[in-house]
């Protein structure tokens, strides 16, 4: 039985840190173990970008003004 976790289940696992060290989840074409360095790496990039770009938004909407 092979099943494919979605999106937000892959976001999820990335912020879960208790409980989930025996779980593996594929993403990018390889092989991510839950509660890894890498999983900390991915998930700081992805909060990185969305800051990012939530902090372009809101410059963008007070310069509407």
């Known amino acids: 039985m092979n099943i494919k976790p979605t999106f937000a289940g892959v976001l999820a696992d990335f912020d879960t840190i208790f409980d989930a060290n025996s779980r593996k989840i594929t993403i990018f074409g390889g ?26 938004f809101s410059l963008y909407t007070s310069r509407r003004e």
């Open 31 to 56: 092989r991510l173990r839950t509660a890894s360095p890498s999983e900390f790496v991915v998930s700081g990039i992805i909060a990185f970008v969305a800051f990012v770009i939530l902090g372009l």
